[in-house]
């Protein structure tokens, strides 16, 4: 077998993974706590105000960096859910069901900064426009998966239900991403853009590149922190567990 | 800095303020989950091991 999927393999199985997160998730908190800082430190004081927007935009490095979480999240959660139905790995099944509730609170900051800032320019908090309201479904979808997990009293069939729903919402994704560009929209379209020139100004990118990585470093250290305790409950019967608990008496 | 005291202030100040709040919160969240579980099946063991003792005792 080869190295990344004798790597894969073995990760599947929960001990493993127990120590493999005990030891990473610190390290990617720690590690994403200074580049959070720099790139919020970046966009509040160092970076020059927008001209025709001052220095309300400041709240975009917030917003989009959030809001890109937000969609890959959601890939990721979709892509450990299709994992599980299709192979019926227990910790597939919980790193999806664990996207979730990170997932719903990226989107959740997402659609209160875009409010935020969109009072001051649109004025008003909220409209019902194709960007808003996708990413108001996305909200929804990751509240559903969320409670149809929680709604189900065994464990292993509530997370293959929440994985097909999780699975389904995946449409939305391009949804969201597209919307700006399929509707007329009171939002404004992309300005980072991977293969054309960016039409942002160039000292407004380093902040947000900070803050793209911050926030993945900090979503895999809390994905690896919330999988290991709900792999830890789920299970607390298995000698593995029982091992561990003597260990630390 | 002198946005500090710009009229967008608030919307601004609102914005990152909840965005940390968010990963407080996050950060948060699986460290007590962690923490109940382990508390929870801590007080499991020792029932059953006074259970055993018990038995033990009584046989």
């Given at each position: 077998m080869n190295p990344i999927l004798l790597w894969f393999h073995k990760m599947g199985s929960p001990p493993t993974f127990h120590a493999f997160a005990s030891r990473w998730a610190p390290w990617f908190f720690i590690l994403s706590l200074p580049v959070l800082i720099f790139g919020m430190w970046q966009g509040l004081f160092v970076v020059p105000a927008d001209y025709?927007?001052?220095?309300?935009?400041?709240i975009l490095f917030i917003h989009v960096p959030a809001a890109w979480m937000s969609l890959s999240i959601y890939a990721v959660m979709a892509i450990n859910a299709f994992i599980a139905l299709v192979w019926r790995i227990k910790l597939s099944e919980t790193l999806a069901m664990c996207c979730a509730p990170v997932g719903a609170a990226f989107t959740f900051v997402t659609l209160v900064t875009g409010a935020v800032w969109g009072?001051?320019?649109?004025?008003?908090?909220?409209?019902?426009d194709a960007r808003l309201t996708s990413e108001l479904v996305l909200l929804f979808l990751y509240l559903g998966v969320i409670g149809l997990y929680a709604a189900i009293e065994d464990r292993r069939a509530a997370a293959r239900a929440a994985c097909f729903l999780a699975l389904i919402g995946v449409v939305n994704v391009p949804i969201v991403h597209f919307s700006v560009e399929w509707w007329n929209s009171l939002h404004q379209g992309a300005t980072i853009k991977l293969f054309r020139e960016s039409?942002?100004?160039?000292?407004?990118v380093l902040p947000l590149i900070a803050m793209f990585f911050g926030t993945k470093l900090w979503f895999a250290g809390s994905l690896l922190a919330r999988t290991q305790a709900a792999m830890y409950e789920l299970e607390s019967g298995k000698d593995w567990v029982r091992r561990d608990m003597e260990g630390r008496q | 800095m002198n946005f500090v005291l710009d009229q967008y202030a608030p919307y601004v100040w609102t914005s990152y303020a909840v965005f940390v709040a968010m990963l407080v919160w996050d950060f948060l969240m699986p460290q007590l989950r962690m923490r109940k579980v382990r508390r929870e099946l801590g007080k499991q063991q020792r029932r059953e091991a006074a259970r055993a003792a018990r038995t033990g005792a009584g046989s």
């Open positions: 025709q927007q001052g220095d309300s935009y400041r009072k001051p320019m649109w004025g008003t908090w909220w409209t019902w039409t942002i100004h160039p000292s407004m | -």
